[in-house]
């Protein structure tokens, strides 16, 4: 018997969802005017943006919303609490008392009551509108390049780093035009830590314009344009040597390239969080403004994650 209650005791202390989580969840409505809801026993309104208490359990939410004269039934399934998978620091051992706890489970934290979809699911995230405006902040973490400098032959590289600042403008719900600027490079490390070469190497970085129409399709946005890019190549290696074997001396064999880039730009974001996106750009360079006019090929690109902040609603 004795035993017994250590085992128990110690699942009881182990069990991380049983004792982290509440029996009762706080969660956050988000509706576009005034809207009476009722779930579990209570019955509250709504102006745009309201916390409720709800108790945790297998059973799915339901809200009875009405919005002047639509009414909507909406359904908020349950899914597993995160602080759960924080057994696996004790082995899994408090699984055993969570498996059969209401608190393991837990609900979309914010959410926000649609009336122009027949889903019943609530969105994620707040629905963008007309007439609002965005700025926006990226760290285009990893970039690619590939260049064809004037009598060099093609070049690739790939590296870290680089910003972009642009500005987003909904001419309808669905529907934006963006406008950015931004400089890429290839550092060879996802860390900025200072380098040093002992050897020859090369470099590239691009800056660029583009201007993009796009469409919003639920959590993924889809864009295409015109892309200006200024390409950069270059090659540096410089040999030391001493003539009369007392002085040093050098040679500089370096060289570097511009080319002035017009083209396409294609883009894919996809929303993580209120304003965080997953951003893939790709700037493909068809013309030769510069040092020698011309059709050609020259491409850049990136992905980073992107902060979107509304400033016009």
Request: with cysteine; proline share 4%; hydrophobic share 35%.
């Amino acid at each position: 018997m004795r035993n017994l209650i250590l085992i128990l005791l110690v699942l009881l202390l182990h069990s991380c969802a049983t004792i982290l989580n509440n029996e009762y969840t706080i969660l956050t409505v988000h509706t576009d005017k005034p809207t009476q809801i009722k779930y579990e026993n209570f019955d509250l309104t709504v102006n745009k943006k309201q916390g409720i208490m709800v108790k945790r359990g297998p059973e799915s939410l339901i809200i009875e919303a009405k919005q002047d004269s639509l009414e909507k039934t909406f359904v908020l399934s349950p899914h597993l609490s995160g602080t759960l998978w924080l057994n696996v620091y004790n082995y899994g051992a408090g699984l055993i008392v969570d498996y059969f706890s209401p608190k393991k489970y837990a609900y979309q934290k914010e959410f926000f009551l649609d009336f122009m979809t027949s889903n019943p699911k609530p969105e994620k995230f707040l629905p963008q509108r007309k007439g609002q405006l965005y700025l926006n902040y990226s760290i285009p973490f990893l970039n690619w390049f590939s260049m064809s400098p004037v009598n060099e032959g093609r070049k690739q590289s790939a590296g870290f780093f680089g910003t972009d600042l642009g500005v987003d403008y909904n001419y309808k719900n669905n529907k934006f035009v963006s406008i950015n600027y931004g400089f890429l490079i290839d550092f060879p490390m996802p860390l900025l830590l200072p380098l040093e070469y002992f050897f020859s190497y090369e470099t590239m970085n691009a800056e660029y314009f583009t201007i993009s129409d796009n469409i919003r399709l639920k959590n993924i946005s889809l864009g295409y344009g015109l892309s200006y890019s200024e390409n950069y190549w270059g090659y540096h290696h410089i040999e030391w040597f001493s003539p009369d074997g007392d002085v040093e001396q050098s040679v500089d064999y370096s060289r570097e390239t511009k080319q002035g880039m017009l083209g396409l730009n294609l883009n894919v974001q996809w929303r993580l969080k209120k304003h965080f996106h997953l951003g893939l750009n790709y700037r493909h360079g068809i013309y030769r403004l510069y040092p020698n006019s011309g059709f050609g090929y020259e491409h850049n690109a990136s992905i980073g994650l992107i902060w979107k902040f509304k400033v016009l609603k």
